[in-house]
């Protein structure tokens, strides 16, 4: 009478199996053609005799166990790892091996945004060279053979390794003792952004940093100044570069001026002797 309810169920799952579409069997014992999923071992080898009182680690009879073609209906679980940061530029791999379904997984797919790109990878492991700098979302999805599938996604980090370039607009390298100097950095790039500009050099025995891309600075002490410019990225990332500078004091000036005003008063005082001597000897033309 049991083989006839055993064989009756037989019939009636693989009757249904063709009903239902994209659907999978594997050999296992079940209770119902419902009731499905991963199953205890029996203690003993093969199916059981039915009528026997062997059960399972699930408590099932052996009638249960000589049910061999059931439906898989349980989605796989994917396992893409958990969140993680790489630098940029090398070879990150993508690693599912760790996903799990009750019967088995047949395809997993990895897909991600990079540089505005979509990327499609297909594999259990992938690889993939990350040239720009971000978070970006990486989702595993993977299938069963009943095509049943599930994702899951998570945070790929991709550190800055480039360094800015400093560069600068710095003007007049030369001025004058109490005059306001003022620079510029406007020559600066970096691949994903400048996030600090500081101006630093020696002056009257102590050191000045100046923050910003645009810093003025008045110099009341006059001398040379190697001024240096360094930026620095979001990551840490820096680069300099340095000018100098030379502050001149007012003493020449003057000193010009002094002799300036002694050649003009000495050409004055020869205009005015010749003159002198030119009526002198008028005069005496006159009187002769
Ligand atoms: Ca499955
Ligand atoms: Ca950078």
Redesign the pocket.
Known sequence: MRRQKLATMVMAVALLLPCLGAVSVYAGPVSSATDIGPLEPLASDGPLDPGTTEEDGAGRTALEHNVISVL?????VPDPGPDRAEDQNTVVLLDGSASS????IVRYEWTFVHDIEGVTLEGVTASYTFTRPGVIDVTLRVW???D?SAASTFELTIRDTEAPIAGMDIGSTLIVKGETAGWNAIGSTDNVGIVKYTWTFEYDGRTVSLDGPAPTFEFEVAGEYEVTLTVEDAAGNTDSETFTLTVESHAWKWALLVIVLVCVAWVLSVLMRMRAGTKAAGKRDRED
């Not at 898989?72 to 796989?76: E, F, H, Q, S, V």
């Open positions: 898989d209906t349980t989605a796989p379904d009750n019967v088995g069963d053979a009943a049943n």
